[in-house]
């Protein structure tokens, strides 16, 4: 009986199909600086980004490569864990370029003033100062307990969970939040 799931097709927004690809026939290799695909028996990529369809919830699922020399959709990966080690470690590191958020485990002191906030933050790429304007605009609440924050130059941080930081954060996020 034929495997349907190698060969199924979505509709894409713009009435075109996008294409979900079988994993065993995908092949990564680093050309310079950049991600080289080759999908065996059909094409090889010389450039390709790879891009998450839902990057806050589905981090590991749904990854939309695309051809970044003419900027066309290749096609879907569903699960980076269908990949075998050495590429899925690839695509990973691609991931991880682009979708650059360091991930708050303390706050040393936030404070207002002027209407800004002032945050003092030890992450896990090292300690940061930003300013915030304007909450709403700024923390968006992902799931409950866990934040995205968007600093005034445009930076992103992630907030896993307010209930796993020590009381001393806790204290100042819901003083300043």
Do not use: C
């Amino acid at each position: 009986m034929p495997d349907w799931t190698l060969d199924y097709k979505d509709q894409t927004d713009d009435g075109g199909e996008l294409e979900y690809l079988d994993a065993a026939t995908l092949s990564f290799r680093e050309r310079g600086d950049a991600l080289m695909l080759t999908v065996r028996d059909d094409r090889t990529y010389l450039k390709v980004r790879a891009v998450r369809a839902f990057p806050l919830s589905e981090q590991h699922e749904y990854i939309g490569l695309l051809d970044a020399i003419n900027g066309h959709e290749i096609g879907m990966l569903r699960r980076l864990n269908d990949l075998d080690g050495e590429a899925r470690l690839l695509v990973q590191q691609e991931i991880d370029k682009r979708y650059f958020v360091p991930r708050i485990i303390k706050i040393v002191d936030a404070k207002k003033e002027f209407g800004s906030i002032y945050w003092d933050v030890e992450t896990d790429r090292g300690d940061r100062r930003f300013v915030l304007r304007g909450l709403r605009d700024s923390i968006h609440e992902i799931e409950p307990g866990r934040y995205l924050i968007n600093d005034v130059d445009g930076n992103r941080f992630e907030l896993p969970q307010i209930a796993d930081l020590d009381s001393k954060s806790q204290t100042a996020w819901d003083r300043v939040v």
